[in-house]
């Protein structure tokens, strides 16, 4: 399927899609100092094609311009005339949507998702049992264990890129850059969204645990 076969109402919903998340993340002051991007999918999958819209490079995300957003085919080229620049993790994108075929990934950079990746970020997961939380990810048993992958924040994005297909666990949508921050995803938006909470959820609750395990330790 080219770009220019895919209907024009779907690319309107994916765009409408970013610019309700990016204003709410934004209250939330998920983007600071320019960081975060944010990607909704359109048209048909397959891995060897696919496109989607993604946040330009190096924008202020708290507030809407015509030139917040652009579309790329699976190797993060524009798919149109433009003189945006993608997100400079664009490729990252690439590779959980051909990985996935999810429909939309958020990435952001919180003060928790830093502290608990860079904790674990040695052991290469971050640990996560019997937080209600986890249910959020389609997870029901009991005291359930998940393990939410670390990867490296090499300065090189193409190098970072080319570790995630192998990182990914295919019950667990979602995978983090050690001091850096999560990629969370979803078939969707609402459930990429549902999934960046949880996480956000889970590390507040890691990054507290931690604190009173030291502090009962004393
Ligand atoms: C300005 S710090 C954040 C960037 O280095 C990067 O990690 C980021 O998330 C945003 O990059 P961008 O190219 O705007 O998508
Ligand atoms: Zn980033």
């Given at each position: 399927m080219a770009f220019s076969d895919i209907p024009l109402e779907q690319k309107q919903a994916a765009l409408h899609d970013l610019k309700e998340i990016k204003a709410l993340f934004a209250a939330r002051s998920w983007?600071?100092?320019?960081s975060g991007n944010l990607s909704v999918r359109v048209g048909e999958f397959s891995p060897e094609q696919f496109y989607f819209a993604v946040t330009a490079s190096?924008?202020?995300?708290s507030v809407h311009t015509p030139e917040d957003y652009l579309f790329v085919d699976q190797d993060g080229a524009p798919s149109e005339a433009t003189g945006l620049k993608p997100s400079a993790e664009t490729l990252i994108h690439c590779e959980i949507y051909r990985k996935t075929g999810c429909g939309a990934i958020f990435h952001v950079h919180t003060i928790d998702n830093n502290l608990i990746s860079d904790w674990y970020g040695e052991q290469g997961y971050v640990p996560a049992q019997g937080?209600?939380?986890?249910?959020?990810?389609?997870?029901?048993?009991?005291d359930a264990a998940i393990r939410i992958p670390v990867l490296p924040n090499y300065a090189d994005i193409p190098r970072i890129a080319e570790l995630v297909p192998d990182a990914l666990?295919?019950?667990?949508p979602g995978v983090l850059l050690r001091n850096h921050g999560i990629y969370a995803w979803g078939k969707n938006a609402f459930e990429a969204k549902k999934h960046l909470e949880a996480f956000e959820f889970i590390f507040e609750y890691s990054y507290r645990r931690l604190l009173l395990n030291a502090a009962s330790t004393k």
């Open positions: 983007f600071p100092g320019t190096g924008k202020d995300k937080i209600e939380l986890i249910k959020a990810f389609n997870i029901w048993d009991e666990d295919p019950a667990v």
